[in-house]
């Protein structure tokens, strides 16, 4: 029970079960977090090594039963990925105060809910935070004034728990991806969008799930130990050219 422990947030699909999985190859024991039950038993059945925790992160109560049924399940914890997020594109006007909330909830409170808890476990273990922000985070596009907004705070909340947890050894850093691969994505994005980003994009496609999660999992391990308050763009260089994609103001 003395092995390495991680929370991967939002880990029923796409990056978090990627990470989950990566984690779990170098043989570190995974909470798996997601609320969605029905998809994350469909995820755990073949992960059996695996702790499948229905919550959600938006929820103090939940948040502090994730931490305290894995702390009893490993006996310790030692990473948290922030994962778990909720996107909700749309015109400015048509951005109503429910679903601002429904973004914020997940996608920021649930960070600061999720680390605040997590804190406690992470001090014993001089751990690590990443929480999963967004390239919408770097840089302003249309249809995402509640998504993009609530990447940019996690970026900055990211920085506020560097600074402030560093001296118990914790590090804290975000990882903004790019365009990726996911079924989701396939399925919403149209042809045009496909060759807009693969045009905008130096290495010329859509990154991979497992690609951002190699980044995350270095972030969490050992190799990262001076490295903290940082964010990192895992989106192939996409961030850097600043170039704006018409295909997708549409």
Not at 24 to 32: D, H, K, Q, S
Not at 128 to 154: D, F, W
Request: hydrophobic fraction near 45%; aromatic fraction near 6%; include cysteine.
């Amino acid at each position: 029970m003395d092995g390495k422990c991680a929370i991967v947030t939002g880990a029923a699909r796409g990056i978090g079960l990627a990470t989950a999985d990566l984690f779990r190859e170098a043989g570190w024991r995974v909470a798996m977090v997601d609320r969605d039950s029905a998809e994350l038993a469909r995820a755990e059945a073949s992960r059996g090594d695996a702790l499948a925790l229905a919550r959600d992160v938006s929820n103090p109560q939940d948040v502090d039963a994730i931490m305290r049924e894995t702390a009893a399940w490993a006996g310790r914890i030692d990473a948290l990925v922030n994962n778990a997020g909720v996107a909700e594109f749309g015109p400015i006007e048509d951005c109503d105060f429910e679903m601002w909330r429904r973004v914020m909830a997940t996608n920021l409170d649930g960070v600061f809910l999720c680390t605040q808890a997590a804190t406690p476990y992470l001090k014993e273990t001089a751990g690590a935070v990443v929480n999963i922000a967004s390239i919408s985070g770097l840089r302003a596009s249309t249809l995402r004034v509640a998504y993009g907004t609530s990447k940019a705070a996690v970026i900055h909340l990211t920085r506020q728990q560097a600074a402030e947890l560093g001296e118990y050894g914790i590090r804290c850093n975000a990882v903004c991806p790019g365009p990726v691969r996911t079924k989701l994505a396939m399925a919403v994005h149209t042809q045009e969008i496909i060759d807009a980003y693969h045009d905008a994009i130096p290495l010329n496609r859509y990154g991979s799930e497992r690609e951002i999660a190699e980044v995350i999992c270095f972030l969490c391990s050992d190799k990262a130990s001076y490295v903290t308050g940082q964010v990192i763009a895992a989106d192939g260089g996409f961030e850097s050219t600043g170039v704006g994609l018409p295909a997708l103001r549409r």
